[in-house]
């Protein structure tokens, strides 16, 4: 039969994908004087408009409070506000999904306070989508900002490498989450030998790493330029330095390199990272009951 008499065949409402799988955002300030502002409109303004979306196929919608940032964190790219985690039961970027019946609350200054576009755009009112809002906002790739970083990965760790058995008995844990991509020009095969081979050794010689863990970041759902997605714990922010600082100095700089030092990616476009506590209070599914504030 040719493709002319070929008849279009629309998914009905019911045929969606299940495709458990997480995403993590990495929300940087990107000045202090932002701070208040952004969150008071994530809690306010976003948490609630969020729920109401995607209530149905989301089962866990948490923000991981960073913890301060460590001395010489901007190399590694260091989201300074918060890792924003989601579970999904499908694809939030199924364009069935983007009818709204009330449209996402998302303001230019989100973008500006977070550092993805410069600060002449303050004031700049509603974003403008064809589609849905936020999805719009997550493309944004300004050149004189840094990207928005939205990786999905698998519902489930894929490499645990070090520290298995660990548990929340064992200590607290500082457990910094890294999200990487290999340059342009980089295959990721010839990336992958080297993060393997020659960084993730020295992790796992160190005493102060006590758990490595490591996923893919499943691209073919947004174009994400990133290509993994690890977590490494430590006991505090001394015992991170020792070994992502100190110890790193040992490797050799690799032909590809964006920086001198490593993770030897550039921050924010190749590298981004949140260190962040086991448990959060805004486990908002669960735990947001309104913008209830202090007396």
């Not at 939030?92 to 576009?117: C, H, S, Y």
């Not at 947004?222 to 690890?230: E, K």
């Not at 700089?253 to 981004?272: E, G």
Request: net charge negative.
């Amino acid at each position: 039969m040719s493709d002319t008499n070929q008849t279009m065949v629309v998914p009905k409402s019911g045929d969606f994908k299940f495709e458990p799988m997480r995403s993590l955002i990495y929300v940087d300030c990107a000045n202090e004087d932002y701070r208040p502002k952004l969150q008071r409109w994530l809690y306010k303004t976003h948490v609630p408009d969020s729920i109401s979306q995607f209530e149905p196929y989301v089962t866990k919608y948490a923000f991981y409070p960073s913890f301060p940032i460590p001395p010489e964190g901007d190399r590694f790219g260091y989201a300074r506000m918060q890792l924003t985690e989601h579970h999904w039961l499908v694809s939030d970027l199924d364009p069935r999904l983007e009818i709204k019946a009330i449209a996402e609350t998302f303001p230019m200054d989100v973008l500006v306070w977070q550092g993805n576009i410069p600060a002449a755009a303050l004031g700049g009112g509603q974003m403008n989508a064809e589609g849905d809002v936020g999805n719009e906002a997550r493309k944004s790739n300004n050149a004189e900002g840094k990207p928005f970083i939205f990786a999905f990965l698998p519902m489930w760790w894929e490499k645990d490498i070090k520290g298995k058995g660990r548990t929340i008995e064992d200590g607290a844990n500082y457990r910094f989450n890294m999200t990487i991509g290999f340059p342009e020009g980089v295959d990721k095969a010839e990336g992958s030998k080297w993060l393997f081979e020659k960084v993730i050794p020295i992790f796992e010689a160190a005493p102060e790493c006590t758990r490595i863990l490591c996923s893919n970041v499943k691209k073919e759902i947004n174009d994400c330029v990133m290509d993994y997605v690890l977590e490494l714990w430590f006991e505090n922010q001394s015992g991170w330095y020792k070994v992502m600082v100190e110890d790193t100095k040992a490797l050799e700089k690799p032909s590809w390199a964006q920086q001198d030092a490593f993770p030897f990616l550039k921050p924010y476009h190749n590298i981004c990272s949140a260190a962040v506590a086991d448990y959060t209070p805004s486990n908002n599914l669960v735990n947001y009951h309104g913008y209830i504030t202090m007396r």
